[in-house]
């Protein structure tokens, strides 16, 4: 059993994990099964390190010169032995051609190691970021030429402080000044985006499928619930290719596309700016969603009263299904052909592989920009969830008409009600999708493109679909339960997301300063505490419970569009979204 080496309550120098800085600890507490040390930096701090990782307080004081480590006893009897002027004069010479000769020696050692460091900077080859070889991830991203120059500024002090070489008053290394460049390196970005090595979705031949896959289960869905048995094993009929397009409908689409880029550009809304981008930009966003959603909906009202009936939605879904989706590859495909012409820097850093199926599936160009106007934003809430709510509204108005009833059925009252406040809060809470893995780190392609224009609209909305040919009667108490399961979802999903939301933006926020974080080997923080703290993906929790909620008054569907929605939420890449 190895031999605890420090004690409770002692205070050692701990390195700071994924940097070379060490930091003055207290030491809380040791295990005897894992061997780690939990540890309390000054500011509150509590992590768990090796013990490889302390280091005693004393093996970081400065070496004294030998000059001034003699004893006084010493330099006495020097001062007596050395009372001929001859023998006083031999012996300074002697003594000051020692010290030069000492002082080139260490001169020299400083300037091998400053062009070593350069040296290591120019060639950007080897990198250490605290852990074992064996736990790095392999990928040939490099460090910023900043966090290089720091930790061999750091390296060149220790050697500067070792030979003496510097005044006293420069040995003096404050801990303010190196707590504010651990912070200054975690917060460095790579200025140039490099290639991507580390694929999703089963790298190439997964992201090839996944092309295929994505639009075919999306009409799979539709088909099977026009059936009169919409079992999973009973497989629907495929319709003859000529009635799966219409001009029309193309034409349709084309124009309810444009007119929300049209409310999207109206100067109306507040101006933010969200996170920094890996070349240290912040881009600015004009946030008017939950305007544009007005004026939709007054738009569709004033229809409705001059008698324009939705019924055509619900007649040609299926058409209006396959037009979205042919708009989704015409897009993702100008998206790629406009990467290949973008600076690297404004890459995506998870669709640059070089791989043309992949890097066209994730996308190249992480916020492509036509003047003024994000695509990549207006995509992800505009067309699609609004259309949503739309569509929800077209099927309400088709049961009534279908099944010949005065009123729409309480199953379709709570579906369309639970979505539509879905939606209403994603467009009032609309600044909290600048903070999301989807603007911040994935690029703008098929992947992104297919899912907010066909997935979001024509998936999420099954339930009012499934409705209008299969009604389902369910009593009040039923309704009641289904109620409170959907608040308890909702609840869930906005604390979640909106405790998210604020430590990405602000961490230092003092409504924040009772939650904790460790940080990560990327330079970034963890939430332990909060809603994280009780489980670990908090905010798809409360989309699954929600998602339960509006499935649950249609009967059968409730687990199709449990693991629909599953899926959308991006749980296929749990390994690569720990990070907060």
């Known amino acids: 059993m190895p031999v605890r080496r420090f004690a409770d309550g002692e205070v ?20 005897d099964l ?6 309390k930096y000054k500011d509150g701090t509590e992590l768990e390190l090796k013990e490889s990782d302390l280091r005693s307080v004393s093996s970081f004081k400065h070496r004294k010169s030998n000059s001034s480590s003699s004893s006084p006893s010493r330099r006495s009897g020097s001062r007596s032995r050395s009372r001929s002027p001859g023998r006083s004069a031999k012996g300074k010479r002697r003594s000051s051609s020692q010290s030069r000769e000492s002082k080139e020696e260490k001169k020299k050692t400083v300037r091998e190691t400053n062009l070593t460091f350069l040296k290591l900077s120019e060639n950007n080859t080897s990198r250490y970021n605290g852990e074992p070889d064996s736990t790095e991830r392999n990928d040939t991203s490099y460090k910023p030429l900043q966090q290089q120059k720091f930790e061999s500024e750091v390296e060149i002090r220790h050697v500067l402080d070792q030979y003496s070489l510097r005044p006293r008053r420069e040995k003096k290394i404050e801990e303010t000044f190196l707590e504010e460049r651990v912070f200054e390196m975690a917060k460095t970005t790579e200025k140039v985006s490099t290639q991507t090595k580390e694929l999703e979705f089963g790298g190439r031949i997964g992201a090839f499928c996944m092309i295929f896959f994505l639009p075919a289960t999306v009409f799979y869905l539709l088909l099977m619930c026009k059936q009169e048995d919409p079992s999973v094993m009973n497989f629907p009929p495929l319709p003859a290719l000529g009635s799966l397009w219409e001009t029309r409908v193309f034409g349709v689409f084309l124009l309810w596309f444009f007119v929300q880029a049209l409310f999207s550009l109206l100067p109306v809304g507040k101006v933010v700016e969200g996170l920094p981008l890996l070349n240290g930009r912040r881009l600015k966003y ?22 324009i009936e939705l019924h055509y939605l619900y007649d040609h879904f299926l058409q209006f299904a396959v037009s979205a989706a042919t708009f989704s590859v015409l897009l993702s495909i100008y998206l790629y052909a406009r990467s290949l012409k973008a600076p690297k820097e404004e890459l995506s850093p998870g669709g640059n592989s070089g791989n043309f199926v992949y890097d066209f599936f994730i996308g190249r160009e992480l916020n492509p920009r036509i003047g003024n106007f994000d695509l990549k934003y207006f995509c992800e809430l505009r067309p699609g969830l609004i259309g949503w709510v739309i569509i929800n509204l077209a099927m309400l108005l088709a049961e009534m008409k279908v099944q010949d009833r005065n009123m729409p059925s309480l199953s379709m009252i709570l579906v369309n009600s639970f979505q539509l406040l879905y939606v209403v809060d994603a467009l009032w809470n609309e600044d909290a999708i600048l903070t999301t893995m989807d603007i911040t780190h994935d690029g703008f392609g098929f992947m992104l493109a297919f899912g907010d224009l066909v997935w979001v609209p024509f998936i999420y909305s099954l339930q009012a679909f499934y409705l209008v040919s299969h009604p389902s009667e369910i009593s009040w108490p039923t309704a009641s339960a289904i109620i409170i399961l959907n608040i308890f979802g909702y609840y869930i999903f906005r604390g979640a997301n909106s405790q998210k939301n604020a430590f990405r933006r602000n961490p230092k ?33 409360g989309d699954l419970i929600m998602a339960l909620a509006w499935s649950l008054p249609c009967g059968g569907m409730a687990l199709s569009k449990l693991l629909a929605t599953w899926g959308r939420r991006g749980e296929v890449r749990l390994s690569s979204r720990l990070a907060c």
């Open 12 to 31: 050692v120098m701990g390195r700071w994990p994924g940097s070379v800085l060490y930091y003055e600890v207290q030491v809380a507490s040791y295990n």
């Open 34 to 39: 894992t061997h780690l040390y939990t540890v």
């Open 509 to 541: 926020d003092p409504k924040l300063a009772h939650l904790k974080c460790i940080p990560t080997a990327a330079g970034k923080s963890l939430l332990i505490t909060g809603w994280w703290g009780l489980v670990r993906h908090p905010n798809y929790l």
């Open 286 to 307: 004009r946030i008017n969603g939950f305007y544009a959603f007005v004026l939709t909906v007054a738009a569709v009202g004033t229809s409705l009263y001059f008698e």
